[in-house]
């Protein structure tokens, strides 16, 4: 079955550093979705991608945040300067049409992100 | 801003035990779906349920939507020790796939 494959697993920086976290969704795709996970906490939604442009985010997802889908199969989460609370699980999912019910999101397995 | 609880957040019982996991909210949500995550991985799909009143079930999983589409219930029967793990609902925004987690409910079924 086609997967949603995230790298790295994990990846630890120093804050203020820029990192770029990637992701390639399942082919036939065409929605695509950001979300983290800090340690002990709720699944947050962060943003979601369609038709090459952002079309919604959340309060999270400020300006040190940015989406890309440079090759039309890459899907990449960019953090310009990390902060110690930005460290979580980051996870990409994606799914094949708009309405959930129709069509279910596939979520990879996460990047771990370790702001020291 | 939408709100999911789950309920309870730590469950411990024997195996061949019933158990039942509660996941509530104020907000009415378009679906809302159960996912179950083990550690280290995303989570994955159980089950999506659409309207108010439904009822699905997945083997010895029972989920069941409220009739007005705020709450949702898992219930396993006979727990066997796979299934151990993390339980989440989420709730589907109208706009589309935008979703709210609850905060989980972590299972223990002993041998």
């Known amino acids: 079955e086609p997967e949603v494959t995230q790298t790295p697993s994990h990846q630890v920086t120093q804050m203020g550093q820029e990192v770029i976290l990637r992701c390639v969704p399942i082919?036939?795709?065409?929605?695509f979705y950001w979300y983290r996970q800090i340690l002990g906490q709720k699944v947050e939604f962060l943003v979601s991608f369609y038709n090459n442009e952002i079309s919604e985010k959340s309060e999270i997802f400020d300006d040190q945040f940015s989406v890309e889908r440079p090759d039309g199969s890459n899907f990449t989460l960019k953090i310009r300067s990390t902060k110690l609370e930005d460290s979580a699980m980051y996870f990409c999912?994606?799914?094949?049409?708009?309405?959930?019910?129709?069509?279910?999101?596939?979520f990879g397995n996460g990047t771990r992100l370790t702001v020291t | 801003t939408q709100l999911l609880e789950q309920s309870p957040q730590f469950l411990s019982i024997q195996e061949g035990e019933n158990l039942t996991v509660y996941c509530n909210s104020s907000s009415v949500f378009s679906s809302l779906q159960w996912y179950r995550q083990e550690p280290g991985e995303g989570p994955v799909l159980l089950v999506t349920v659409v309207t108010g009143g439904e009822v699905k079930k997945l083997k010895r999983l029972t989920f069941q939507f409220g009739d007005a589409r705020k709450d949702s219930s898992l219930h396993i029967t006979a727990a066997q020790p796979g299934d151990t793990g993390l339980y989440l609902c989420a709730g589907a925004s109208a706009a589309g796939n935008k979703l709210t987690f609850g905060g989980g409910t972590r299972v223990l079924v002993k041998p």
């Open positions: 999912a994606s799914t094949r049409e708009s309405r959930s019910y129709n069509s279910p999101l596939h």
């Open positions: 082919s036939n795709h065409l929605y």
